[in-house]
């Protein structure tokens, strides 16, 4: 049965010049405006969209994806507010989102962020935003273990650190201490867990740990070299921003991946920069 607010697969079944005509089953004939119709799309072919309300409360398809779907957690965009209504939220979507006074924790202003949850209003048949997003967070038992890779969201700075939502769902704390610079608010990025405490809370980092973090860079390092033509301007002086920039690492880690590179006799230093030693080269 097809869902507003998720991506779904519905298969075309009739044409009009206003674009083509989906099978929503219980939800009826629902339309993939003329500009978002693929070039090879024909009757009888299914395709992946997603289904929303536009300005006019109609329910219809798009080929485009949101920054966010029902049940997810997302850092968006005021782009306008309305008195009598709320505000409305860049989603990347035709239609802005509307995040309603009543689920506001204080009013937002244009140009502002907002993190919130999106969910669908069971009274008006919507989809919505909500910024009391702690409402929404899974209080249920977890089952993640050291060292896998998750997605998070920053939520709030804290005394010691950062709270993140974890692949939209769970909490846990990245410490300040451990972290080569600040972290922005609504900020996300691929991190790790670091630690499941006895008490359940979750530590997390946002690099992996020893060999499974060292090795897969210095990979990447090499490859980078490769493609430069076996000069890169990096070495263990690099700034940390232009190192987490250019190959999503902190700079710590990145001096350990140098190292073994280096230890492997596949790089040399050179001026301000590394190099492809002669024994790298003539692997390829």
């Known amino acids: 049965m097809p869902q507003i607010g998720q991506r779904n697969r519905l298969e075309i079944i009739k044409e009009s010049p206003q674009g083509v005509y989906l099978d929503g089953e219980n939800l009826g004939e629902i339309l993939l405006p003329a500009f978002q119709r693929p070039d090879w799309a024909e009757i009888g072919d299914v395709l992946d969209i997603f289904l929303y309300r536009d300005s006019e409360d109609r329910l219809i398809a798009t080929t485009r994806t949101p920054k966010a779907m ?24 035709e239609k802005d989102l509307l995040l309603p ?5 204080k009013r937002v202003q244009v140009g502002s962020k907002a993190i919130v949850y ?5 009274e008006t048949d919507r989809l919505v935003a909500t910024a009391r997003f702690h409402r929404y967070l899974d209080q249920s038992e977890h089952h993640y273990r050291q060292g ?9 700075e804290t ?5 993140a939502i974890i ?11 451990e972290l080569s610079g600040p972290l922005e608010y609504g900020q996300s990025f691929p991190g790790f867990i670091k630690d499941v405490r006895k008490d359940r809370k ?20 090499y490859d980078h070299l490769l493609g430069a033509g076996g000069h890169l301007s990096f070495n263990d002086k690099s700034s940390p921003e232009s190192i987490r920039e250019t190959f999503s690492a902190s700079k710590k880690a990145f001096k350990q991946a140098l190292g073994m590179l280096y230890k492997q006799r596949r790089i040399e230093f050179k001026g301000d920069g590394i190099v492809l ?8």
Not at 167 to 177: D, K, P, V
Request: aromatic share 8%.
């Open 70 to 93: 029902v049940g997810e957690f997302a850092c968006l965009e005021v782009m306008d507010v309305n008195k009598k209504v709320g505000a409305f939220l860049d989603w990347g979507l």
């Open 101 to 105: 006074f009543r689920e506001q924790k």
């Open 118 to 122: 999106l969910k669908l209003d069971t």
């Open 148 to 156: 896998d890779p998750v997605n998070l969201l920053v939520i709030e």
């Open 159 to 163: 005394p010691i650190g950062y709270r």
């Open 167 to 177: 692949e939209n769902a769970h909490t846990g704390l990245l410490y300040r201490s």
């Open 202 to 221: 979750i530590d997390l980092q946002r690099d992996a740990s020893g060999y499974r973090r060292t090795l897969p860079l210095a990979e990447d390092i």
């Open 277 to 284: 030693t002669d024994n790298s080269k003539s692997a390829q």
